[in-house]
């Protein structure tokens, strides 16, 4: 198994739970773990409001409310895709590694 895959992973998974702020100031002094399910609940809760937001301000502007803007809306649904297109791609490098692992040699 490639093992710069397996680091390459590791080291996305952090990138994208230091940048959704999964790490409260508390929780990491105490445990000094963090719980994998916890954080790809987080995460995935994350883009789920993201979503939901982006689609709260497109129906709004298509119905005319003066407080949302264009740019505001274009905004939010690129957030929303970016999102969304990060989740896959951690899907796609854990169904990767859970093949690789698979196909080992024992």
Not at 33 to 54: I, P
Request: aromatic fraction near 4%; avoid cysteine; charged fraction near 20%.
């Amino acid at each position: 198994m490639n093992t710069s895959a397996v680091d390459s992973l590791l080291a996305q998974m952090r990138t994208a739970a230091a940048a959704a702020g999964l790490r409260e100031p508390g929780q990491a002094a105490q445990t000094g773990k963090v719980d994998f399910s916890s954080v790809m609940k987080s995460s995935l809760e994350g883009v789920a409001q993201v979503q939901a937001k982006s689609e709260a301000m497109q129906k709004a502007f298509v119905l005319g409310d003066d407080r949302v803007s264009l740019s505001d809306t274009m905004i939010a649904m690129q957030k929303a895709s970016i999102g969304f297109q990060t989740t896959v791609q951690v899907r796609n490098k854990f169904v990767q590694a859970y093949n690789d692992i698979m196909n080992m040699q024992v």
